[in-house]
């Protein structure tokens, strides 16, 4: 499989390009630190997936999956878990939390591949999603009633998908949060003022 590597920290790139040799079956085929470095490399060629960053210096790095010519899997690596709905929403494989840890990585690599053998015609999906990403949404809305949450425990960075229904309540523990649902608890590394600027007013009030 060929990726990219879409970030702009030398580090966080070269960490993640040494992790993929040691699982191994991934050939990274380029880098890139912006948006614009990112759409001249697909111009030219077509990657099976993208690793992708969504903090880049000026632009929203999930703007690239709303790109027409884009025919790949995008699997977001960030450190910061407040964009992980709309990544899904918009048609991201996985969202792994920085640092990236080997198992983790591993468990996004057999998701990637599983995807790619599913394609029965041999083609790529093309992930230029049928509606467009309008940027606004990835900070501002809130999601909806009828919503299901992308969790990443803490500890294991493990993630599974809750309605928001199934949410009880949720409190806070120093700058991370515990989320209480109707299955147990859940530690999650995000703060009670991120969780009340998303979650609808109607169901959920700060107390």
Not at 84 to 112: C, T
Not at 123 to 133: D, I, Q
Request: hydrophobic letters at 50%.
């Amino acid at each position: 499989l060929r990726a990219l590597l879409v970030d702009d920290q030398p580090r966080a790139t070269a960490r993640l390009t040494a992790l993929l040799a040691e699982i191994g079956g991934i050939e990274v085929i380029g880098t890139a630190r912006t948006l614009a470095e990112a759409r001249v490399f697909l111009s030219g060629r077509e990657p099976d997936v993208v690793f992708l960053e969504v903090s880049l210096p000026g632009r929203h790095g999930l703007e690239l999956l709303a790109d027409v010519g884009l025919q790949a899997h995008v699997i977001v690596v960030t450190a910061s878990e407040v964009a992980a709905v709309a990544a899904f929403e918009y048609g991201a494989l996985d969202y792994i939390l920085k640092p990236v840890a080997l198992p983790r990585l591993q468990l996004a690599v057999e998701r990637l591949r599983r995807a790619c053998g599913e394609s029965k015609d041999g083609s790529r999906r093309g992930l230029s999603a049928a509606r467009p990403l309008a940027p606004a949404r990835l900070a501002t809305d809130r999601v909806t009633a009828d919503a299901k949450l992308p969790l990443v425990h803490a500890a294991t960075q493990s993630m599974e998908l809750v309605a928001l229904e199934d949410i009880n309540w949720i409190s806070a523990v120093k700058r991370d949060s515990l989320v209480h649902t109707t299955a147990g608890e859940v530690p999650v590394r995000r703060r009670i003022s991120e969780w009340e600027s998303m979650l609808p007013e109607a169901v959920f009030q700060r107390l």
